[in-house]
Antibody
């Protein structure tokens, strides 16, 4: 049974760095074809893809946010971390992590419940 | 970045209706196209990948089609649990991009 859960602060101040952790089970990110993506959704708005890390440690980022984002696998092997620097109120959103499968493009077949992050002083 | 444009942005339909949502890519993406359903307060759910492959567990009333730049998601007979927002996403090029969503609500 595949599960994912996002964790991190609910409130961050402008200019601070956000660190979110995706803890997953039911699959191994060492398995060929596996990946984990981060997607966010501002209140009442559309989904926005942020970043992805593959089983082989290849990493991919949203073009406009690339300089602010870092994605990496935790040494534990069952966590993926997303860091976003210089947070702004416009970054207020629900942040989701999702398992994805590569091969023909990629698609996210299991999602976490999401975590709401509010950026405010 | 590839822009994804969905139409309509919203539609009202009745139970039993056939509903079609369109997604257009700003450049050709072959069949690298996914569809997700999202209900209020919930995470998105994968419906269709590779333009026309139905995810396990998704009812057969959902189907996808298209290639190149133009794609469709069709619900053959709308059920009460299908009232939701639907998003297309291209997986041809990084960064992956989503459409703006189509809200399907009750007429």
């Amino acid at each position: 049974q595949v599960t994912l859960r996002e964790s991190g602060p609910a409130l961050v101040k402008p200019t601070q760095t956000l660190t979110l952790t995706c803890t997953f089970s039911g699959f191994s990110l060492s398995t060929s074809g596996m990946c984990v993506s981060w997607i966010r959704q501002p209140p009442g708005k559309a989904l926005e893809w942020l970043a992805r890390i593959n089983w082989d440690d290849d990493k991919y980022y949203n073009t406009s946010l690339r300089t602010r984002l870092t994605i990496y696998k935790d040494i534990s092997g069952d966590q993926v971390v997303l860091r976003m620097t210089n947070m702004d109120p416009a970054d207020t959103a629900t942040y989701y992590c999702a398992r994805c499968l590569t091969g023909y493009g990629d698609y996210a077949d299991y999602w976490g419940q999401g975590t709401l992050v509010t950026v405010s002083s | 970045d590839i822009q994804m444009t969905q139409s309509p942005s919203s539609l009202s339909a009745s139970v039993g209706d056939r509903v079609t949502i369109t997604c257009r890519a700003s450049q050709r993406i072959s069949t690298y196209l996914n569809w997700y359903q999202q209900k209020p307060g919930e995470a998105p759910r994968l419906l269709i990948y590779a333009a026309s492959s139905v995810q396990r567990g998704v009812p057969s009333r959902f189907s996808g089609g298209g290639s190149g730049t133009d794609f469709t998601l069709t619900i053959s007979s709308l059920q009460p649990e299908d009232f939701a927002t639907y998003y297309c996403q291209q997986s041809h090029t990084t960064p992956r991009t989503f459409g703006q969503g189509t809200l399907v609500d009750i007429k």
